[in-house]
């Protein structure tokens, strides 16, 4: 009898109903992270950020994605695919009154499902609209090569989570491996191969 197949990583954010479906697979010998999610009617998706290294698509197949991309509006409906690239600060919503589905990929696979399943770990456990600081600091601070959001002017922002990095780290917040993002737990999402029989 052989083991169950691995599941993707399923992440919902409490606050807003936000749901993503990440698994790593191969396609034509490329590791891709694919990307499945919903979004109620006129949901607030993430803030505006930057992924320096991956490209993400998606293909809408449920309501409309409005996105910023690089300052630029875009509506996207059902069967139309939106490009967020690499290096431009994008953010997405859905300002309709049906639910938004869709589904894509990011490449090539650097740490984006690890970023997101911490932030998702880091949101839930905040009340909402109000993500700890301290434990956000650590997630943004050990992505900081790979992911950028942009909640604030960039030299406040650098500063400001320095500030609360240090502040966690003299309040031992960031011991063991029971607190919000911590990196041991927060291993991302898993190969799954649709070829075994």
Same mark, same amino acid.
């Given at each position: 009898?052989?083991?169950?197949?691995?599941?993707?990583?399923?992440?919902?954010?409490?606050? $807003?109903?936000? +749901?993503?479906?990440?698994?790593?697979?191969?396609?034509n010998g490329e590791i891709v992270l694919e990307l499945r999610g919903t979004l109620g009617p006129h949901g607030e998706g993430p803030?505006?950020?930057?992924?320096?290294?991956?490209?993400?698509?998606?293909?809408?197949?449920?309501?409309?994605?409005?996105?910023? +991309?690089?300052?630029?509006?875009?509506? $996207?409906?059902?069967?139309?695919?939106?490009?967020?690239?690499?290096? +431009?600060?994008?953010?997405?919503?859905?300002?309709?009154?049906?639910?938004?589905?869709?589904?894509?990929?990011?490449?090539?696979?650097?740490?984006?499902?690890?970023?997101?399943?911490?932030?998702?770990? +880091?949101?839930?456990?905040?009340?909402?609209?109000?993500?700890?600081?301290?434990?956000?600091?650590?997630?943004?601070?050990?992505?900081?090569?790979?992911?950028?959001?942009? =909640?604030?002017?960039?030299? =406040?922002?650098?500063?400001?989570?320095?500030?609360?990095?240090?502040?966690?780290?003299?309040?031992?917040?960031?011991?063991?491996?029971?607190?919000?993002?911590?990196?041991?737990?927060?291993?991302?999402?898993?190969?799954?191969?649709?070829?075994?029989?």
């Amino acid at each position: 009898m052989s083991a169950s197949a691995p599941q993707p990583l399923r992440l919902e954010n409490k606050h $807003t109903g936000e +749901v993503l479906e990440l698994a790593r697979r191969k396609e034509n010998g490329e590791i891709v992270l694919e990307l499945r999610g919903t979004l109620g009617p006129h949901g607030e998706g993430p803030p505006l950020h930057t992924h320096h290294f991956e490209d993400e698509m998606g293909t809408v197949t449920r309501g409309t994605l409005s996105a910023l +991309v690089g300052g630029q509006r875009v509506n $996207t409906g059902p069967g139309q695919a939106a490009m967020l690239p690499k290096g +431009v600060p994008h953010r997405w919503w859905n300002e309709g009154d049906e639910p938004l589905a869709f589904s894509g990929y990011a490449r090539p696979v650097v740490d984006l499902d690890r970023y997101l399943q911490a932030a998702f770990e +880091v949101i839930n456990a905040s009340p909402k609209g109000r993500p700890s600081l301290i434990y956000f600091a650590h997630l943004v601070l050990r992505h900081r090569h790979t992911q950028s959001v942009f =909640i604030m002017p960039a030299p =406040i922002q650098a500063v400001f989570f320095r500030v609360a990095f240090v502040v966690g780290t003299l309040l031992g917040k960031y011991r063991g491996t029971d607190w919000p993002g911590c990196p041991a737990r927060c291993t991302g999402a898993p190969m799954v191969d649709d070829t075994a029989p």
